[in-house]
C-alpha cells in the first residue's frame, strides 16, 4: 500500500481500534478471511501427496532448469520443478497461444513476480504507467527502487475502461513500461477483446511493454470473457503476471508466476536474463506447492470455478441493488473479479471533508469498515469485497443505507438529478438481474 493508502486506513483503525470486534470487515481482499470460500479438496489432495513424496523438501532451482547429467543425484528433484513450470505453460495456453515451458519462471506469489517484472524493466529515474484507480503494490514496488509512478485514467462511466487518450499522453522518453490490470482491482472491470487490441496499439506506437497483472485471469461472471494480453499481442513483449492467489482461493502458499509473450526476442538480450537471475533472490518459490502444481492446475474441477462465480456475482447483484437506491452513493457493477467500487457524491454530505473522513466515521456509527478511494489514488469512492457470506453482506449494505440517510442532504434539486443519474448501471452494461444461486457446499495478495 503506497503512504497516502496506508495512511488512510491506518487513520480509520486507530480512531476505532476499541471497537474492532464489532466492525463488518468490507475491506480485504483475502477471499479466505470469512471462511466461506474453501480452496477444492483436489488442491488439498495434491499438496499432502507433494508433503508425502518427501521429494520437495530442499531449495528449488529458481528458474527450474532440468538439463542435468544423469549422474547429478539432483536431476530427478530438478526435473520434477520443471514439470511445475510445464503445468503453467499448459494451463495458460489457448486457441491464440501456446506457451513455451522455457518462457515460465516461478515466483513467490502474483505480488512476488510484480516485483520481479518491475525491477527488470525500469531503472531509477525512469517511470511506469499505472492504472488510476489502482492497486497500491505497484506504486510501493516502484518507488521503493526510485522508479516514478505515472498514472492513467480508467473512465467509470464506460465500465472502469482505460482512457486511451490519457494513457498515450502520459507516455515520456522516460516511461519504461505499462502496467494493466484485468480483470481490475478494485473495479471488478473486465476488458474485451477489442479494447485490449487498442490497448496493446498505444504500447505499440510508444514502444513500450506492457506488465499485465492478471491474477483474476478467467474470474469474470457469465457473459463475460477473459483474454489474456500476452496471446492477442503479436508485437508488443508482455510479461503476464499470474498465479494460485484468487481463483484457487489460496493467498497464503504464495504461488505466482510470470509468463514471458515476446514472439519478436525483444527480451532476449537483457530482461530475460534478467528476470532469471533477479528470480534467485529468494532461492526459488515455495517447493512443496511447486511439487503440488501441477495436479492442482490439472485435477481441480470446472465446477470448483463455477461455484465461487456464482457467489461473487450474487454477491455483487445483491451489494448494486442494495447501495443504487442510496442516496448520495453512485455504485458502478462490476464485471469480475471480487470488488465493487462505489462512488461517493459528497456534495450531498457537506458535514465531511473527504471520504476518508466520512467512512471513518462509519465505522464509528455503523461498525462497517470500506476502503476508501485514496487507497487507490481515486478520491470519491470506496471499494467494497464481494467474498463476504451473502447475510453479512446485506447486513453491511443496510448499515451503510442508514448511516447514509443520517448524513444526506440536498443541495439542490439539479444537483440531486445529476447524482440519481449516475447512480444507474453504466451505459455499455445491461441492467443486471438479481439471481440467487444455487452452489454446492465443499467445492467452490496482499490484503488488498
Known amino acids: 500500500m503506497n503512504s497516502l493508502g496506508g495512511m488512510a486506513v491506518h487513520s480509520i483503525i486507530t480512531s476505532e481500534w476499541m471497537h474492532v470486534h464489532l466492525v463488518d470487515w468490507m475491506h480485504k481482499g483475502d477471499p479466505t478471511v470469512f471462511g466461506n470460500l474453501l480452496p477444492s479438496p483436489e488442491v488439498l489432495d495434491a499438496v499432502r501427496e507433494s508433503l508425502g513424496s518427501l521429494r520437495y523438501n530442499g531449495y528449488a532451482p529458481s528458474v527450474g532448469e532440468w538439463n542435468q547429467p544423469h549422474h547429478d543425484t539432483r536431476a530427478v528433484s530438478r526435473a520434477s520443478y520443471m514439470e511445475a513450470r510445464e503445468a503453467v505453460a499448459r494451463y495458460s495456453s489457448s486457441v491464440d497461444v501456446t506457451v513455451d515451458p522455457k518462457d515460465v519462471l516461478l515466483c513467490s506469489g502474483c505480488s512476488g513476480a510484480l516485483d520481479l ?81 487498442d490497448i496493446l496499439e498505444v504500447a505499440r506506437r510508444n514502444f513500450l511493454p506492457i506488465i499485465a497483472d492478471e491474477i483474476y485471469e478467467h474470474m469474470v461472471f457469465p457473459g463475460k470473457e477473459f ?24 493467498p497464503g502458499w504464495r504461488m505466482g508466476w510470470i509468463i514471458i509473450h515476446d514472439r519478436n526476442g525483444v527480451f532476449d538480450q537483457e530482461v530475460r536474463k534478467g528476470l532469471q537471475r533477479l528470480s534467485q533472490r529468494i532461492i526459488g518459490s515455495n517447493t512443496l506447492v511447486q511439487g503440488a502444481l501441477p495436479a492442482i492446475l490439472k485435477n481441480t474441477p470446472q465446477e470448483f470455478y463455477y461455484n465461487t462465480l456464482c457467489i461473487l456475482q450474487n454477491n455483487a447483484l445483491v451489494a448494486f441493488e442494495m447501495l443504487k437506491n442510496i442516496e448520495g452513493l453512485r455504485p458502478v457493477m462490476p464485471e ?37 478511494g485514496q487507497c487507490f489514488d481515486y478520491p470519491g469512492y470506496m471499494r467494497l469485497v464481494l467474498s463476504v457470506p451473502e447475510e453479512q453482506l ?15 442532504t440536498i443541495n439542490s434539486i439539479s444537483s440531486y438529478l445529476v447524482q440519481r443519474k449516475h447512480s444507474l448501471p453504466c451505459p455499455t452494461q445491461a441492467q443486471p438481474t438479481l439471481t440467487t444461486f444455487s452452489t454446492k457446499t465443499g467445492g467452490i495478495e496482499d490484503d488488498m
Open 227 to 250: 483474454h489474456s494480453l500476452g496471446s492477442l499481442s503479436l508485437e508488443v513483449p508482455v510479461l503476464s503476471c499470474s498465479g494460485l492467489t484468487k481463483r484457487f482461493l489460496i
Open 117 to 197: 517484472c518491475i525491477t527488470a524493466l525500469a531503472n531509477p529515474g525512469q517511470n511506469i504507467l499505472v492504472p488510476r484507480p489502482g492497486f497500491s503494490i505497484y506504486r510501493t514496488l516502484a518507488e521503493g527502487l526510485g522508479i516514478k509512478v505515472k498514472s492513467y485514467n480508467l473512465k467509470p462511466e464506460r465500465g472502469w475502461m482505460v482512457d486511451l487518450e490519457h494513457l498515450e499522453e502520459q507516455c515520456d522518453e522516460k516511461t519504461v513500461a505499462i502496467i494493466i490490470n484485468n480483470p481490475s482491482n478494485p473495479c471488478g472491470s473486465v476488458f474485451n477483446r477489442e479494447h485490449l487490441f
Open 394 to 408: 446485506r447486513e453491511a449494505c443496510h448499515r451503510i443505507a442508514n448511516y447514509c440517510a443520517r448524513h444526506f
Open 336 to 372: 469480475g473479479a471480487m470488488y465493487i467500487m462505489v462512488g461517493i457524491n459528497m456534495e450531498h454530505f457537506p458535514e465531511f471533508s473527504s471520504e476518508l473522513h466520512f467512512l471513518e466515521q462509519m465505522v464509528t456509527e455503523e461498525s462497517v469498515f470500506c476502503l476508501p
